[in-house]
T-cell receptor, first 114, second 114 residues
Framework: ETGVTQSPTHLIKTRGQQVTLRCSSQ?????VSWYQQALGQGPQFIFQ???????GRGNFPPRFSGLQFPNYSSELNVNALELDDSALYLCASSLAGRAADTQYFGPGTRLTVL | AQSVTQPDIHITVSEGASLELRCNYSYGATPYLFWYVQSPGQGLQLLLK??????LVQGIKGFEAEFKRSQSSFNLRKPSVHWSDAAEYFC????????????FGTGTRLTIIP
């Protein structure tokens, strides 16, 4: 059984550019959540996808968007990057989109915006 | 809205000493509570979780936590810390309906001294 994987590990972009981050969920999981963790802070919920549909969104602007594919892998897209978007982006997968399910986190993608 | 407070930003403990990390939450209904640990450059690993039932929860690596509804607290404890326990610890509260959004505290950094 493979765990949650994310790519790339690190990424450097300039302000105004667009970025796509990828996440492969743990085998058998159909739900993926994305979190942003700024330096020295706890993770903040961006959004969740359950069976390819958005299933909740945090307080992030529309330039943060996502996709979930039939194999339940997921992408996080950020348009018009701002300096404050520099953070560790974590994805987490879980079994069935229920609050009682444990979320398993990937190692994260470190995004630096210059 | 739910929230989590971790009052201690940084704690230093001698190896072999006992540990208690504090967590207070704000949530209108019965909360789902979690403790995660994050080592440098790593994702989050679940230590333990509370949904219902016995208020003393056992987790991995010898950790335990006690849910106290009257104090809105879910403190993490370990009777004897090891140097490998040095990491960042996050308390989180989950919604008990709908999606699995987790709201995290700002974390407590644990340093172990010989």
């Amino acid at each position: 059984e493979t765990g949650v994987t994310q790519s790339p590990t690190h990424l450097i972009k300039t302000r105004g550019q667009q970025v796509t981050l990828r996440c492969s969920s743990q085998s058998g999981h159909n739900t993926v959540s994305w979190y942003q963790q700024a330096l020295g802070q706890g993770p903040q919920f961006i959004f969740q996808y359950y069976r390819e549909e958005e299933n909740g969104r945090g307080n992030f602007p529309p330039r943060f968007s996502g996709l979930q594919f039939p194999n339940y892998s997921s992408e996080l897209n950020v348009n018009a990057l701002e300096l404050d978007d520099s953070a560790l982006y974590l994805c987490a997968s879980s079994l069935a989109g229920r609050a009682a399910d444990t979320q398993y986190f990937g190692p994260g993608t470190r995004l630096t915006v210059l | 809205a739910q929230s989590v407070t971790q009052p201690d930003i940084h704690i230093t403990v001698s190896e072999g000493a006992s540990l208690e990390l504090r967590c207070n939450y704000s949530y209108g209904a019965t909360p789902y509570l979690f403790w995660y640990v994050q080592s440098p450059g790593q994702g989050l690993q679940l230590l333990l979780k509370y949904f219902s039932g016995d208020t003393l929860v056992q987790g991995i690596k010898g950790f335990e936590a006690e849910f106290k509804r009257s104090q809105s607290s879910f403190n993490l404890r370990k009777p004897s810390v090891h140097w490998s326990d040095a990491a960042e610890y996050f308390c989180a509260v989950g919604e008990n309906f709908g999606n699995e959004k987790l709201t995290f505290g700002t974390g407590t950094r644990l340093t172990i001294i010989p």
